[in-house]
């Protein structure tokens, strides 16, 4: 079974960026999918970027594209979030997540195992 430890969160200013990452443990890392969610207050958590076992394939929710990117290194069992030209409405807990494909990955009731959580706060 895979464990997800995130770090790399913060407070940074609108316009700022970050990059958060995700240490896994578990020698089955490289199989699963990997994705990023996050959940502001008051609010449910929600999908924000995945990528594929292989990191040959990745996805993004609109309210990110562009700005933020994910990617893997299956060597050093860790995925990464830089998240560019932050706003305010980024400010969330961002929570790691695993699944076993891209489809499971992206829905919340089909994630296998989550992270703890990392907060990152955007400052106009």
């Known amino acids: 079974q895979v464990q997800l430890v995130e770090s790399g969160g913060g407070l940074v200013q609108a316009g700022g960026s970050l990059r958060l990452s995700c240490a896994a443990s578990?020698?089955?890392?490289?199989?699963?999918?990997m994705g990023w969610f996050r959940q502001a207050p008051g609010k449910e958590r929600e999908f924000v970027a995945l990528?594929?076992?292989?990191?040959?394939?990745?996805y993004y929710a609109d309210s990110v594209k562009g700005r933020f990117t994910i990617s893997r290194d299956n060597a050093k069992i860790t995925v990464y979030l830089r998240m560019n030209s932050l706003k305010p409405e980024d400010t969330a807990i961002y929570y790691c997540?695993?699944?076993?494909?891209?489809?499971?990955?992206?829905?919340?009731?089909?994630?296998?195992?989550w992270g703890q959580g990392t907060q990152v706060t955007v400052s106009s």
């Open positions: 997540a695993a699944a076993r494909t891209t489809s499971q990955v992206m829905d919340v009731k089909e994630v296998d195992v």
């Open positions: 578990g020698r089955t890392f490289s199989t699963y999918a």
């Open positions: 990528i594929s076992w292989s990191g040959s394939f990745t």
